[in-house]
């Protein structure tokens, strides 16, 4: 399962990249800090599974990569990790088609098992 990381901060995209390689079948295509990196890696390597944190960047956002994702390749599963994890972001990145919000702060030991999930769906 193809998984791209869109994550600014280094040592989180570390974590994460070991987070991934302890997921059965899963691996890393790519990572990207901004926006515009992250829709050219989508579209290289056609990933399963997008972990996308919401702030990136000088000042940009995740949440355009989200909504790139739901026009334009609505079959890619995308997981939002955040430290804005504020009920209302939480809700507008469900509705934006996120498939699972996870707060970086107390909810990234969840992270693991529904890679686990997806993975198991797909194999």
């Not at 390689?21 to 890393?28: D, E, F, K, L, Q």
């Not at 990136?56 to 995308?78: C, D, F, M, Y």
Request: aromatic share 4%.
């Amino acid at each position: 399962m193809k998984v791209l990381l869109v994550e600014d901060y280094a040592p989180i995209r570390e974590r994460l990249c070991d987070l991934v390689r302890t997921v059965p079948g899963a691996y890393i295509v790519a990572e990207a800090e901004e926006p515009s990196i992250a829709v050219a890696a989508i579209e290289a390597n056609d990933p399963a599974v997008v972990i996308i944190d919401l702030q990136l960047k000088a000042g940009t956002s995740g949440l355009t990569i989200l909504k790139w994702v739901r026009e334009h390749r609505p079959q890619i599963a995308v997981i939002v990790l955040s430290n804005s994890a504020y009920a209302q972001m939480r809700k507008t990145c469900l509705e934006l088609g996120a498939k699972l919000f996870l707060d970086k702060a107390s909810e990234f030991v969840q992270l693991r098992g529904a890679l686990v999930d997806l993975a198991s769906r797909r194999a």
